[in-house]
């Protein structure tokens, strides 16, 4: 096939070091923790993909047939002829759902995780050859730019599967203020909210009987073991997820089972038995709270649209 890919590197050729450090820093603060977005290996993608898939794990597939019922509706509202952005694009499977039916002639696939990133946006290219295929490798948690080649008139921004609430409502409206700078007029944000809901539906989905998103969780230690040295050993640590009903978000922790010294460049870190590492937190809205939270990042709220359950959202918003 003569598929291509435009790929834009916006990683530092080796960020091990920026890692180390802000792994460190995360692991003397108290109480411990750290990013999410390093959950996000080769492994943990595909983790992460596999959660998906699970039956407690509703957001996906809620998600999904809600893309799927309402895409018609999308494609009238983006117009023909914008550049379709996705954050945190992984596998590129629920942006499918849309190329199908929106006229968008240039995409471009934005993910931390580089291999994984660079396969998924190969295969879509191959799929739609008529499209004109990006792919940038960035930390989105940072202010990102889009790469200079790309200068679109008007832009779709597709953020889905309810990653802004893996930031604290602070940092997505940072988030999303600052992407509202990168939008020339005109252009609009598809994004995927998962809702408050019933607790023991929530942790279920964040403690599956098959046990991945503990393994997801884990994961994390074998990372920092592999890529920083760190003397971790996942035996010791357990996962941890709950609802906290009073800041409406899950938060994943690793727990030490025993009371421990890891060794970490120089730097000693203790840990207490019981003591955690704070490693995701996952907010749920409703969907008047979101719609207040995009308009002070300065969006107008287009449409939304919830599943019959009232388990998911996805606004469009203008910009
Ligand atoms: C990517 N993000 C929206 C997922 C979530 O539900 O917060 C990550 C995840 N963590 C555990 N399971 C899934």
């Not at 435009?6 to 923790?33: C, I, R, W």
């Not at 940038?136 to 597709?158: H, K, M, N, Y």
């Amino acid at each position: 096939s003569t598929a291509t890919v435009q790929f834009h590197n916006q990683l530092p050729e080796d960020h091990a070091p920026t890692m180390a450090q802000e792994v460190l820093s995360g692991l003397t603060f108290q109480p411990k923790y750290c990013s999410p977005k390093f959950l996000y290996d080769h492994k943990g993608s595909e983790l992460f993909e596999k959660i998906c898939e699970l039956p407690e794990y509703y957001p996906t597939r809620t998600e999904e047939a809600i893309l799927a019922r309402v895409v018609p509706e999308i494609a009238n509202l983006a117009g023909p002829g914008a550049t379709l952005v996705e954050f945190g694009s992984g596998a590129s499977r629920k942006v499918r759902l849309l190329l199908e039916c929106l006229s968008v002639d240039r995409y471009l696939g934005i993910d931390i995780s580089r291999d994984f990133l660079i396969n998924s946006t190969r295969r879509l290219a191959a799929d739609y050859p008529w499209l004109e295929v990006h792919a940038a490798c960035a930390d989105f948690t940072q202010p990102v730019d889009l790469p200079e080649s790309i200068e679109p008139s008007r832009l779709v921004g597709f953020f889905p599967g309810s990653s802004i609430g893996n930031f604290t409502p602070q940092e997505a409206e940072r988030f999303l203020r600052g992407l509202h700078r990168l939008l020339p007029p005109g252009s609009g944000l598809l994004i995927g909210v998962d809702l408050v809901k019933d607790q023991t539906i929530l942790e279920a989905a964040y403690n599956d009987r098959a046990g991945v998103t503990a393994e997801f969780n884990l994961n994390l230690l074998d990372r920092l073991r592999r890529e920083l040295g760190l003397e971790i050993d996942r035996k010791r640590f357990r996962h941890h997820a709950f609802f906290d009903p009073r800041q409406s978000r899950i938060e994943m922790h690793l727990v030490s089972r025993v009371a421990q010294v890891l060794k970490f460049n120089h730097e000693t870190i203790r840990f207490r038995e019981g003591e955690s590492i704070h490693t995701e937190n996952s907010y749920k809205y409703s969907v008047p709270g979101f719609q207040q939270l995009a308009a002070r990042a300065g969006y107008t709220g287009r449409r939304v649209w919830v599943d019959d359950k009232g388990l998911f959202s996805v606004h469009y918003l203008v910009a």
